[in-house]
T-cell receptor, first 115, second 112 residues
Framework: EPEVTQTPSHQVTQMGQEVILRCVPI?????FYWYRQILGQKVEFLVS????????KSEIFDDQFSVERPDGSNFTLKIRSTKLEDSAMYFC?????????????FGSGTRLTVV | TQLLEQSPQFLSIQEGENLTVYCNSS?????LQWYRQEPGEGPVLLVT?????EVKKLKRLTFQFGDARKDSSLHITAAQPGDTGLYLC????????????FGIGTKLQVIP
């Protein structure tokens, strides 16, 4: 069964450092998303991406965050200068349809720890 | 801001019992999804419901979307230890690119 692949599975970084989280969405999906989940809290929407541009973003997704699809398969989330409160599980997701009627396929996540 | 409230947040039952968990909102959603999440993993889609009043079955799991498309329920018949996990409901709307709004989840433990 097709899956969304995320790397690395764990990332420890020092406060103020830049991190790049990587994702390979399902190949025939056109819509890509990043979500995060702080320990014990809800899964929160960060950003959606379609046709090589951001289509929607949340208030969490400030200037420290950026996304990119550098080639035909990878989808990355960059945090420019990490803060302690950025520690969370970051999930990439993709979908075939814009309306989400087919549901979203999530990756297994990257656990980011900022120290 | 659209919110999804899930209840109960924790549920511990014996194997073989039936249970129902609920997902409620004051907002209308064009579709609602149920996911199951294991510790340290991403949510895995179980079902999407789209039409008000819709009922979908997935083996021992029955999902219902409320007539007004503001609420949903998940019923599990004869729960088994393998059903243990976090059940999340998530709503999305048509228009735009449909960010999904998640509830906090119901953590289910089925005791053998």
């Amino acid at each position: 069964e097709p899956e969304v692949t995320q790397t690395p599975s764990h990332q420890v970084t020092q406060m103020g450092q830049e991190v790049i989280l990587r994702c390979v969405p399902i190949s025939n999906h056109l819509y890509f998303y990043w979500y995060r989940q702080i320990l014990g809290q809800k899964v929160e929407f960060l950003v959606s991406f379609y046709n090589n541009e951001i289509s929607e973003k949340s208030e969490i997704f400030d200037d420290q965050f950026s996304v990119e699809r550098p080639d035909g398969s990878n989808f990355t989330l960059k945090i420019r200068s990490t803060k302690l409160e950025d520690s969370a599980m970051y999930f990439c997701a993709s979908s075939e349809q814009a309306s989400g009627l087919g549901g979203y396929t999530f990756g297994s996540g990257t656990r980011l720890t900022v120290v | 801001t659209q919110l999804l409230e899930q209840s109960p947040q924790f549920l511990s039952i014996q194997e073989g019992e039936n249970l129902t968990v609920y997902c409620n909102s004051s907002s209308v959603f064009s579709s609602l999804q149920w996911y199951r999440q294991e510790p340290g993993e991403g949510p895995v889609l179980l079902v999407t419901v789209v039409t008000g009043g819709e009922v979908k079955k997935l083996k021992r799991l029955t999902f219902q979307f409320g007539d007004a498309r503001k609420d949903s329920s998940l019923h599990i018949t004869a729960a088994q230890p393998g059903d243990t996990g976090l059940y999340l409901c998530a709503g999305s709307n048509s228009g735009g690119y449909q960010k999904v709004t998640f509830g906090i989840g119901t953590k289910l433990q089925v005791i053998p």
